[in-house]
């Protein structure tokens, strides 16, 4: 199944997670969209408390990881495993990049005294941007395991659907992030 070219990428009970996890953030999303429909005003209100330029910079960030991790699995694949890693790295320090610009929007919020219970847009940015969060915490974990397992010597040209295991993940984690951001940051 690697020699072959058109195939899915990956583990296939990763795509059945990924699509279960999908379907959650969008039945998540369709609620925001109806809840935001019947509060414009409020929404409109408490976006503008958001910090736009954050979460642009980690839209950035993501994306970027998200290429490096592309990057990672093309090195596997020409049995570059050194490269691989480095290429991992960088993705694992984009991902600590956005973990460090996420927490730090939590905790200014927590300061001002906002939580779920603040007002209804404030349970959605806190519920779905926490979601995400820890979605990106968990890909992390596996790009470290990854990672590790490189070092370990466990792929190469031969052997790698691990690596696009960890890859389809980390990309769902990017795609979620990139529809989340306008959602709850942009549109009006």
Known sequence: MNSKSNYLPGDFAMWIFIFAELTVFAIFFLAYAFSRSQHVELFNQYQLTLNKESGAINTFILITSSYFVVQAVKMVKQDQIKKAGNWLMAALLGGMGFVIIKM???ISKTIDG????TNLFYM???SLTFFHFMHVLLGMVILFIIW???R???YSSQQFIGIETGAVYWHMVDLVWIVLFPLVYIIR
């Open 124 to 126: 959605f940015y806190l």
């Open 148 to 150: 590790l397992n490189l």
């Open 104 to 106: 730090a929007e939590f």
């Open 152 to 154: 370990k010597g466990l």
């Open 114 to 117: 906002i939580n779920l219970s």
